[in-house]
């Protein structure tokens, strides 16, 4: 069964760091590209980053740029999102997703999320 777990969320204070693990079971991330989403209560999912399969490329929401670094690990089959100087409105669920080799087009599958708090 092909499945993408996030891990590595939790309660942080604003200004505080968390990284966030997707690890890929049943198939291996080497051909796709990883993006990063969330979901605020209330509010649509957004993209916040996205890395392609080979790492060449990178891309960012202008509302974590800067302050946010993807990255991966083929060998560990796990791709990771640093999150540093975090502030309240980063609070969310944070799901990862796959598609084929390049950031673009539909993700193909998807993780169940991991929740993200930011608050003093």
């Known amino acids: 069964q092909l499945q993408l777990v996030e891990s590595g969320g939790g309660l942080v204070q604003p200004g505080g760091s968390l990284r966030l693990s997707c690890a890929a079971s049943?198939?291996?991330?080497?051909?796709?590209?990883i993006g990063w989403f969330r979901q605020a209560p209330g509010k649509e999912r957004e993209g916040v980053s996205c890395i392609t399969a080979t790492g060449a490329s990178t891309n960012y929401a202008d509302s974590v740029m800067g302050r946010f670094t993807i990255s991966r690990d083929n060998a560990k089959n796990t791709v990771y999102l640093q999150m540093n100087s975090l502030k309240p409105e980063d609070t969310a669920v944070y799901y990862c997703?796959?598609?084929?080799?390049?950031?673009?087009?539909?993700?193909?599958?998807w993780g169940k999320g991991t929740l993200v708090t930011v608050s003093s």
């Open positions: 997703a796959a598609t084929y080799y390049f950031c673009s087009g539909v993700m193909d599958y």
């Open positions: 049943g198939f291996t991330l080497e051909h796709y590209a």
